[in-house]
């Protein structure tokens, strides 16, 4: 059978052939971009993804080239050089908040100079803590407790028993200790800390997770018995300060420099990440050749050793007073209904 032709069909392929050979009215030529994900064959998609990375790095190195070409130049002329280009993070853009301390806030310092931990950083009462778990505890929890008594100087551990925690609140201040932690457990694993100021407070829930214990942690170190550093990063709103003076009246204010401990509470985004380091001076040998002549030179350089454990914490609960669930005054609780933006912090 005979096929006809229709009138339109080749009219339309010879206006498609023009306007491909065409350019358009600002002379250049349109170009289909290629993704790799168009392309089907495995061989060739991986090697137009190589070329299409390679091209973006060697963009960026010539960016680079004439920044820091630029600047050179304007030391050389004695202008200021161009403003460095600061990434946008979500920390640095976070919502703003009333709450963030200043240096020149007046009633901060006053809340500070009255408030409970003030007798243990004035080194008034020397901190002594005591350390118990709940009821129910786990194969995994005494782990945890026997390296938390490494961390924390003069710390003592109880067996909780059957005992009411009113009740061991009331023996722990007739005892002279200063704070309370409780390890809670779930499923075999610690799930939560419960730290209690004694005697008057305050109370502070924290949800735990990402423990990993000293015997997990590859080449990790073996602390000594001297008082550590304590390092408190990024702690900036009242909130946040109140937290922070919580974690340091745990710890000795006077620390011995000598055994090169260091105890780290790293607050980011509301996570607050635990590291216990020990940070050790090595000797390297490096040959220098001067003048034809061959020497070893000696250089120190600090290194940090892992000691362990290494765990995150996460604020639910401030509470005024010691532990009380039913008539107790919370001053701070977290709700779902709070985290409203990725970029709105507390602490």
Same mark, same amino acid.
């Given at each position: 059978?005979?096929?006809?032709?229709?009138?339109?069909?080749?009219?339309?392929?010879?206006?498609?052939?023009?306007?491909?050979?065409?350019?358009?009215?600002?002379?250049?030529?349109?170009?289909?971009?290629?993704?790799?994900?168009?392309?089907?064959?495995?061989?060739?998609?991986?090697?137009?993804?190589?070329?299409?990375?390679?091209?973006?790095?060697?963009?960026?190195?010539?960016?680079?080239?004439?920044?820091?070409?630029?600047?050179?130049?304007?030391?050389?002329?004695?202008?200021?050089?161009?403003?460095?280009?600061?990434?946008?993070?979500?920390?640095?853009?976070?919502?703003?908040?009333?709450?963030?301390?200043?240096?020149?806030?007046?009633?901060?310092?006053?809340?500070?100079?009255?408030?409970?931990?003030?007798?243990?950083?004035?080194?008034?009462?020397?901190?002594?803590?005591?350390?118990?778990?709940?009821?129910?505890?786990?194969?995994?929890?005494?782990?945890?407790?026997?390296?938390?008594?490494?961390?924390?100087?003069? $710390?003592?551990?109880? /067996?909780? %028993?059957?005992?009411?925690?009113? @009740?061991?609140?009331?023996?722990?201040?007739?005892?002279? *200790? !200063?704070?309370?932690?409780?390890?809670?457990?779930?499923?075999?694993?610690?799930?939560?800390?419960?730290?209690?100021?004694?005697?008057?407070?305050?109370?502070?829930?924290?949800?735990?997770?990402?423990?990993?214990?000293?015997?997990?942690?590859?080449?990790?170190?073996?602390?000594?018995?001297?008082?550590?550093?304590?390092?408190?990063?990024?702690?900036?709103?009242?909130?946040?300060?109140?937290?922070?003076?919580?974690?340091?009246?745990?710890?000795?204010?006077?620390?011995?420099?000598?055994?090169?401990?260091?105890?780290?509470?790293?607050?980011?985004?509301?996570?607050?990440?635990?590291?216990?380091?020990?940070?050790?001076?090595?000797?390297?040998?490096?040959?220098? $050749?001067?003048?034809? /002549?061959? %020497?070893?030179?000696?250089?120190? @350089?600090?290194?940090?050793?892992?000691?362990?454990?290494? *765990? !995150?914490?996460?604020?639910?609960?401030?509470?005024?007073?010691?532990?009380?669930?039913?008539?107790?005054?919370?001053?701070?609780?977290?709700?779902?209904?709070?985290?409203?933006?990725?970029?709105?912090?507390?602490?």
């Amino acid at each position: 059978m005979g096929f006809k032709r229709k009138k339109g069909d080749g009219d339309g392929e010879e206006m498609e052939s023009e306007g491909r050979g065409k350019s358009s009215f600002n002379g250049t030529e349109k170009r289909s971009v290629i993704l790799p994900s168009m392309i089907k064959n495995k061989d060739k998609r991986s090697k137009v993804y190589a070329k299409q990375k390679h091209e973006k790095k060697v963009e960026k190195q010539k960016k680079i080239r004439a920044r820091d070409a630029a600047e050179k130049r304007a030391l050389e002329l004695g202008e200021e050089p161009p403003q460095k280009m600061i990434p946008k993070t979500i920390e640095n853009t976070r919502e703003a908040d009333e709450t963030v301390c200043r240096p020149d806030d007046e009633e901060l310092f006053a809340d500070i100079d009255a408030d409970e931990f003030n007798p243990v950083l004035r080194r008034e009462i020397t901190p002594k803590i005591l350390i118990t778990t709940c009821r129910f505890n786990s194969t995994r929890g005494p782990a945890f407790i026997s390296e938390l008594l490494s961390v924390i100087p003069n $710390s003592h551990y109880q /067996k909780r %028993g059957t005992y009411d925690l009113k @009740k061991i609140v009331e023996y722990a201040t007739k005892k002279d *200790f !200063t704070s309370l932690i409780v390890v809670h457990t779930n499923r075999r694993e610690p799930d939560a800390l419960l730290i209690i100021g004694l005697p008057t407070g305050p109370t502070a829930h924290f949800k735990l997770s990402n423990l990993v214990l000293r015997k997990d942690i590859k080449n990790h170190g073996n602390p000594t018995s001297h008082q550590p550093e304590l390092v408190l990063n990024n702690f900036t709103t009242r909130l946040g300060n109140r937290v922070g003076r919580f974690f340091q009246s745990l710890f000795p204010p006077d620390p011995n420099f000598r055994g090169r401990r260091v105890v780290t509470f790293h607050n980011q985004r509301d996570f607050i990440f635990f590291r216990h380091h020990r940070y050790i001076f090595e000797t390297k040998e490096s040959k220098q $050749s001067d003048k034809g /002549k061959d %020497g070893v030179q000696e250089t120190i @350089k600090p290194r940090l050793q892992e000691c362990g454990p290494r *765990f !995150t914490l996460k604020l639910v609960t401030l509470q005024h007073g010691t532990f009380d669930t039913k008539g107790g005054e919370f001053e701070w609780v977290h709700k779902p209904e709070m985290d409203t933006s990725r970029r709105r912090f507390f602490l």
